[in-house]
């Protein structure tokens, strides 16, 4: 089946930026999600991108799509200690509805 | 999100027991779905619905069952749970528009099986 990657953990300085990285395998992809989930939380939806993008601005939030490559990254400015949770990458195919979550990235953020 | 709501929270039972989640929305969507999810392996799909006549088997269905009770409420069940079905659980649903489909998670419940 299709496949979702992400590092498992990620630790960063407040105030740095955080980069967090998903590559997938599927190149029929049409949506690409960030979801963030706190402690004790179900996902939150961050953020997508469509496939025909390169790039998506959200206040603090970039994310990048290579697609050529099949990597995305959600970029995380000035990073806040309220920032700490575990980010998963997911992605849709066009012929599907039911999206391909990878394992999480925990961010870990220190004074 | 509060527009879906999972009962209960939390939830510890023994092995042998036959154990039901519940899921509500009223964001109106009409596609809902089970995950359950592990440490270190994110979250893989129980089972969804497209809308009240339907029902479909995800990645790991096997000991699980699940009802459409309605268009809001989509409901779990562990017939006979094992220790290897605790876990964290959540609920989401979604709405078909155009191509756009995205999903909305409920708080989670987790289940302990002693």
């Not at chain 1, 299709?2 to 300085?13: A, H, I, K, T």
């Not at chain 1, 395998?25 to 949506?31: A, G, I, V």
């Not at chain 2, 269905?61 to 749970?81: I, N, W």
């Amino acid at each position: 089946g299709e496949d979702v990657e992400q590092s498992l953990f990620l630790s960063v300085r407040e105030g740095d930026s955080s980069v967090i990285n998903c590559t997938y395998t599927d190149s029929s992809s049409t949506y690409l999600y960030w979801y963030k989930q706190e402690p004790g939380a179900g996902l939150q939806l961050l953020t997508y991108i469509f496939s025909n993008m390169d790039m998506k601005q959200d206040q603090r939030l970039t994310v990048l799509l290579n697609k050529k490559d099949k990597h995305l990254s959600l970029r995380i400015a000035d990073t806040q200690t309220g920032d700490s949770a575990i980010y998963f990458c997911a992605e849709r195919g066009g012929g599907s509805y039911i999206p391909t979550f990878g394992r999480g990235t925990s961010l870990i953020v220190h004074p | 999100d509060a527009d879906v709501t999972q009962t209960p929270r939390n939830r510890i039972t023994k092995t042998g027991k036959r154990i039901m989640l519940e899921c509500s929305q009223t964001k109106g969507h009409d596609r809902m779905y089970w995950y359950r999810q592990d440490p270190g392996l994110g979250l893989r799909l129980i089972y969804y619905s497209f809308d009240v006549k339907d029902i479909n088997k995800g990645e790991i269905s096997d000991g699980y069952s699940v009802s459409r009770q309605a268009q809001a409420k989509f409901s779990l069940s562990l017939e006979s749970a094992i220790p290897n079905q605790t876990a964290l659980y959540f609920c989401a649903t979604s709405q078909q528009r155009g191509d756009q489909d995205t999903q909305y998670f409920g708080p989670g419940t987790r289940l302990t099986v002693l």
